[in-house]
């Protein structure tokens, strides 16, 4: 029998420990670990299935870029030699969610950049951007493994009409990708080739990580030693060994395959944007259809769930387990202690609990560590369920169908009606989970009026609520919503923003884009089978969710 490794503490409900036990035995048995870092693909499936063998890269490339931290931060300096003040990173999914848990864990470093991170196409997100930026003191990164994602070129046409001068733009890309002809075209100032075997959500210890983090001045050398400490901590393949990944990546699958598939982070300050980079890991990963030969089509998945205010212990269904990231010293906040608390009373009712610890004084190393380990138990997991945790065949279908309405200028959906509504959300309580997908420039405000629609919608129903900005979450959660188990509903808020901000090169401008994005996701739910409403806002946005939530309020 093992125990819970050291660096975790949890709680498992009956019947789990044991389960968690028998799976690390035919871990032990199948040699699971060692033939990961064999890098043997048949772990997930037959052999030499297309993004498996050529997807595991991130396993050792803390090791391989140690070395260059020195280059790095180099280029950083020159960047900021050359009168740079901002950076802005231009990428989805992949390509800008750990930018983005960097810009926020660290914030600003005195004396470097300012990092901003846009992921949207939202008319408004774009000039938020541009107004906080000076063309002729900004940096922009290209930042995109294929070379090819709409969103990214389209920022990319945008800016580069703003600034010509292919100095201020840096790219990270795979070999080979347009965009490695873009740049050489434009004569920008660096460009950074990746790792090919390294898909988008395992890239964040690799340059897609961490040349904005240089760029901005984060402690890299911390983040890649921390994340090479995990990674050296992962590889005994002895299991009487510690092994937090493998028993995490263990226990999570068990715990999916029980039903309790709602992953849902507790996350203490300042690491709470982790929540937004991790989403995409365990989704894109996990979210898929089996087609088993002897069992038919079977959808497993693990829905992440962050950022979602905390309820009292009975609003949360058995379809939950928790996750806390805990700060180990410093003063903690009113959130910390309220998160402290819950923890300890779900754990006292029954609930599946797990909790790690980071500590504020090794913030950059214990960074990394998570990184590392969140990425080994995403695999472990994806082997437990018996899938690819490396490919997301389902984003491909909304970005068809975001063709097809920019092609034909398709209508948007009609708005719901109160009854719709009702019959959406009153009915989603356990296994059932609503997804809020907002088509809106994202801000602070925005993500405060969402967490009070969300703690509506649990405390009626019980469901689970999970909360992404289009066209964000299709790079992330979409994959899941669409590939994993049919127990979404979807509330899909769209907001008009400014017209005629441009792309260079195309006949539509950023607003039909989006609107088109908007259009082909709930076209594709839709087809899926999936209960999905659409609701417009108004021209306040802010005030439009919170007129929301008091007419859902209304219906449950
Ligand atoms: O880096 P890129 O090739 O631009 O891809 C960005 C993102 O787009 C896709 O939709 C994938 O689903 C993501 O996994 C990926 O991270």
Redesign the pocket.
Known sequence: MTAVPETLTAHLPDGVAEAVDARLLVAAEDDIVARIWRRDDTVWGPAGQPEVADRLGWLDIADRLLPEADDLIAFADEVRDAGILDVVLL??????LAPEVLRRTFGFQAGYPHLHVLDSTDAQAVLDVEAVTDPDTTLYVV???????IE?LSAFAHFHALQPDGTHFVAI??PGSKLVDLATEHGFRRTFLNDPDI???Y?ALSY?GLVPGALMGANIRGLLQGAGIAAAAARPIDTRVEHAALWLGAALGELSARGRDKLTFLIDEPLQSFGLWVE?LVA?STGKTNEHPEHGENAVGILPVADEPLGAVAGYGQDRVFVHLERSDGEPSEGDLARAALMTELAAAGHATITTRFSPASLAEDLGGLFFTAEFATAVAGWVLGINPFD?PN??EA?DNTAKALEARTPAQPDAHDHELQELLAAAGPPSYVAIMAYVAPSEQFDAAIAELRAAIRDATQATTTFGYGPRF???T??LHKGGPKHGRFLQLVHGAAAGVEIPGQDYDFETLKAAQAIGDLETLRHHGLPAERVTLGEDPVAAVKHLTTRVQGLL
Request: no cysteine; aromatic share 4%; charged share 15%.
């Open positions: 990428g989805m999914g992949g390509s800008s930042a995109t493994k294929s070379g090819g994602t990214t890309t795979d898909g988008g959500r890239s897609f995409q894109e997301q984003v491909q970005k299709l790079h992330s979409g994959q």
